[in-house]
Structure formats: C-alpha cells, structure tokens
C-alpha cells in the first residue's frame, strides 16, 4: 500500500484506513511509539502490561506447541 501526506494545519499527516487500525486494534486514543532511522518510520501502539504478558503468553504457547515444525519450515 502506498499512502501520501497530506496538509493539516502547519504539519502533514498521513491517514491510516480502518481495517490496518482493527488489524492494530488501535483507536483515537491508542498512543503510539514512532521510532525512525532517517529512511523508515515505524509507529507501534503502545500497549499495556497487561495485554505485553497476555501476548507473550500467547508466543509462548505457540512456541511450545509448534516449534520444532517452525524450525523445520526455516531450514
């Protein structure tokens, strides 16, 4: 997908379509992280502790239970 800037105010500002928000579960309010290296830009929503434990739980079961089958696929 490729997306333009466009005017807001004295800035740009890039609009993010609905479904990459859902996918993100990101609202108005869900502030971000923006992290760049001067030719990429990133913004990760900022979660909290609860839903970072909930997540690595979640990796952690995954790894668990399909792990060897990953390592495989990679080979």
Same mark, same amino acid.
């Given at each position: 997908? $490729?997306?333009?800037? /466009?005017?807001?105010?004295? &800035?740009?500002?890039?609009? $993010? +379509?609905?479904? $990459?928000?859902?996918?993100?579960?990101? /609202?108005?309010? /869900?502030?971000?992280? !923006? $992290? &760049? +290296?001067?030719? &990429?830009? !990133?913004? /990760?929503?900022?979660?909290? #502790?609860?839903?970072? +434990?909930?997540? +690595?739980?979640?990796?952690?079961?995954?790894?668990?239970?399909?792990?060897? #089958?990953?390592?495989?696929?990679?080979?």
């Amino acid at each position: 997908m $490729i997306k333009t800037l /466009t005017k807001h105010g004295n &800035s740009y500002a890039m609009v $993010i +379509d609905k479904p $990459i928000l859902e996918l993100l579960r990101a /609202t108005p309010h /869900t502030p971000f992280h !923006v $992290i &760049s +290296d001067g030719r &990429s830009l !990133v913004l /990760t929503p900022v979660r909290s #502790a609860k839903d970072e +434990d909930k997540f +690595d739980q979640a990796l952690a079961m995954v790894h668990k239970r399909f792990g060897r #089958a990953m390592r495989k696929l990679a080979e």
